[in-house]
């Protein structure tokens, strides 16, 4: 079963093309983007409108809240493409495990708004929680992509301004290297349903322009990530991506932050999308939301800025 559910989103996601020529223009990838990962949230999870950090964000709520916690959820998209409403689905399944109110922020978007102000409006949303006197102990983020590598730059910047660090993160399929000196980029490539190098490229163009490719902010993969939280990194297999995961816990390791590390055998860049047609992306859903439970309120120092 599992090994057929597999074997059927390889073929479909296959099914559209991974580069065109001409590319599509900024907008069109954003609409095409919007109109295949959209899916609601789940029923029984309210959703709203608000404001975090002076930027548009979605609240979602689950029937049951079971801890006075907040999740902080950055979307993916290559800092180009994407928004709340895209990952409304997956976020509200995510809130929904954990018993928590999620808050998913829409920050800016390159070309628009080139690094660093993705970095600014998520450290901003963050900042803001903690003013609202939300106890970082009782604070968890996630992120996809290009969302998980900002979820790490938030951290980075948190603590360079003197912040506490939330409890855990959870990061899916994270994008932490904006020069794609990962082996993987090259050796998954026929193996990567979704993207080549050349897609990544384009989005770290955009996103980057002339700007240092290798900045901490931009590619977290190559700071110091001394004294941040504990990390859970789920990646597939099956993705140029991988060695950015990879090494990215390598580092973290190095640098002395608990984290775990996941491959999924066969997997696509960000299978958790899946969830509900993929028993793979349900069971890591699940080893996610068990993880950052773990961590909410325990009874353990907070690390040192």
């Known amino acids: 079963m599992s090994r057929s559910q597999r074997d059927a989103l390889d073929a479909m996601l296959r099914s559209a093309p991974r580069s065109e020529t001409p590319p599509p223009t900024v907008a069109e990838q954003r609409s095409g983007f919007s109109a295949a990962l959209t899916r609601p949230a789940l029923a029984g999870v309210v959703t709203r409108r608000t404001v975090l950090g002076g930027r548009p964000a979605l609240e979602l709520e689950p029937a049951e809240v079971s801890g006075r916690g907040r999740l902080l959820y ?13 990952h409304e689905g997956l976020v509200s399944e995510l809130a929904r495990r954990l018993g928590l109110r999620a808050l998913s922020v829409d ?72 020069t794609l000196a990962g082996e ?22 955009l996103y980057v322009g002339a700007g240092d490719r290798a900045h901490p902010l931009a590619s977290p993969l190559f700071a110091d990530l001394t004294g941040l939280p504990p990390l859970l990194v789920q990646v597939g297999a099956n993705e140029v991506l991988l060695d950015d995961a990879v090494r990215l816990a390598a580092r973290a390791g ?33 080893r996610a939301a068990a993880f950052l439970t773990a961590y909410l309120s325990a009874d353990r120092p907070q690390p040192v800025n």
């Open 184 to 205: 993987s980029m090259r050796s998954k490539q026929d193996a990567d349903p979704l993207f080549i190098e050349a897609d990544l490229r384009a989005f770290a163009d």
């Open 74 to 86: 950055l979307h993916g998209g290559g800092y180009v493409v994407g928004s709340p409403d895209t």
């Open 107 to 178: 920050y800016r978007l390159a070309p628009e708004h080139p690094f660093p102000a993705a970095v600014d409006d998520a450290l901003a949303a963050y900042r803001e929680l903690l003013d609202a006197g939300i106890d970082p102990r009782d604070l968890v983020i996630a992120g996809d992509s290009a969302g998980g590598g900002l979820s790490i730059a938030t951290l980075l910047a948190a603590r360079h301004a003197g912040l506490p660090q939330p409890a855990a993160v959870v990061l899916f399929s994270p994008w932490v290297d904006l």
């Open 254 to 286: 190095a640098d002395d932050v608990e984290v775990t590390l996941e491959v999924g055998p066969g997997l696509p860049h960000v299978f958790q999308l899946q969830y509900g047609r993929l028993d793979e992306a349900d069971a890591a859903l699940d």
